[in-house]
């Protein structure tokens, strides 16, 4: 999304309404026309300024010489027997990120990545193996949405069933230490005059990183996703080790303050089943106990392995007897289906290599 893929053009996708009036206007433009372009990108997803016909004939090739709508570049694409569909994405320097396409019956999931790599090392995730390299911009974020409708052909926002109906922050990196961004970016996304998706559509995934919680909750009002994983700090220091900065109890007394949660909109936790690691019975009556009066329900991940991962996943047998006693204490705990296992994409299988590594690694496999 940076000047080498939009040709010196400035790249428009990322910036809010009042940025985009802004640039108008110093091209000698009036503000009123920044909603007229915002329909056209955001609404119809066009990218090409000489079919923006509302726009006038003397400012289309004024628009397109001096700016672009560019997403970034598909460097792969792979579609799962399952139909989940994963995009390598480039942003025009050297990084990549991944973001996956989860659909179900008549709507889906898109999982967009909030950075490149992850700072935070959980054990048994594959993109935290992978420095961070940086955050996405605005402008990557979105861009990943505009693939993902360009690619299944969702343009204009459709007014009722959409393949593309829900958004999860669960790709590469940890949302809240990116906020900026990623609030800027979904703002633009759920904006109804252009993507149009509602808060309700949203779910950010955070592993815990507590003071942003609050905020996060009061500015979007999106669904929030709590990685616990654990029912001991001793454990969950092991496995999410952001929790030595911010440990299980000031997690969970974050997730009781946070903004527009209540029985209807509840706290998702998301706990990964590792075999013989958090998994027993008193493990799932531990997690009853922790959570007990909080709005609260519970998605049972199947870990998901990756090459060099040491974890195992729990059995079948194991997971429904967990799911049943959370169950009969009161919450749901679903066992996920894995998707889109066979071209990597379920949940912490995402990693890419910075193009830059993999030329070095093409090199010395010629030499
Ligand atoms: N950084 C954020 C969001 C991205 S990870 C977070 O950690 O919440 C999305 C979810 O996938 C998290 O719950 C994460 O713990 C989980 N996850 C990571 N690696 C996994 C694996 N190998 N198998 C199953 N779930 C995994
Ligand atoms: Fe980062 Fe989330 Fe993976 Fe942990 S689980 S390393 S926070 S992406």
Not at 132 to 149: F, K
Not at 172 to 193: H, Q, R, T
Request: proline share 5%; net charge positive.
């Amino acid at each position: 999304m940076t000047d080498i893929i939009s040709q010196g053009r400035k790249n428009l996708i990322g910036l809010d309404r009042t940025e985009l009036a802004a640039e108008l206007t110093a091209v000698g433009e009036k503000p009123f026309r920044a909603k007229q372009l915002w329909h056209w990108i955001y609404y119809r997803g066009e990218s090409d300024f000489s079919k923006m016909t509302t726009m006038s004939k003397v400012a289309r090739p004024k628009l397109a010489e001096l700016f672009s709508a560019s997403r970034p570049v598909i460097t792969r694409e792979e579609t799962s027997e399952d139909r989940s569909r994963k995009w390598l994405l480039g942003f025009g320097d050297a990084n990549e990120a991944e973001c996956v396409y989860i659909p179900e019956k008549d709507r889906g999931a898109l999982c967009l990545s909030s950075q490149v790599g992850c700072t935070l090392n959980c054990s048994f995730c594959h993109t935290g193996t992978q420095k961070l390299v940086r955050n996405l911009t605005s402008g990557e974020i979105v861009g990943q949405m505009m693939v993902a409708r360009d690619s299944y052909g969702e343009w204009p926002s459709p007014r009722g069933e959409r393949m593309l109906s829900n958004i999860v922050m669960m790709g590469m990196g940890e949302p809240l230490y990116n906020f900026e961004n990623v609030s800027k970016a979904l703002k633009i996304i759920m904006d109804p005059e252009g993507i149009s998706i509602s808060k309700r559509r949203i779910t950010l995934s955070t592993s815990g990183v507590v003071p942003m919680m609050e905020r996060c909750g009061k500015e979007l009002g999106v669904n929030l996703a709590v990685s616990l994983h654990a029912c001991t700090d001793e454990l969950r220091d092991k496995l999410v080790p952001i929790n030595r900065k911010h440990p299980i109890k000031e997690l969970l007394s974050a997730c009781r303050r946070y903004p527009g949660a209540n029985n209807a909109n509840r706290i998702t936790f998301e706990y990964v089943m590792l075999k013989g690691v958090n998994d027993s019975d008193a493990d799932a009556k531990e997690l009853l106990r922790l959570v007990r009066g909080l709005p609260a329900k519970f998605n049972l991940i199947p870990f998901n392995p990756w090459p060099g991962s040491t974890f195992e996943c729990s059995t079948p047998a194991q997971s429904k007897r967990f799911s049943n006693i959370l169950n009969k204490g009161g919450l749901s705990a679903p066992i996920r289906v894995p998707r889109g296992r066979d071209i990597m994409a379920a949940c912490g299988q995402l990693k890419s290599d910075s193009i830059r590594q993999r030329r070095k690694k093409t090199a010395s496999v010629e030499a």
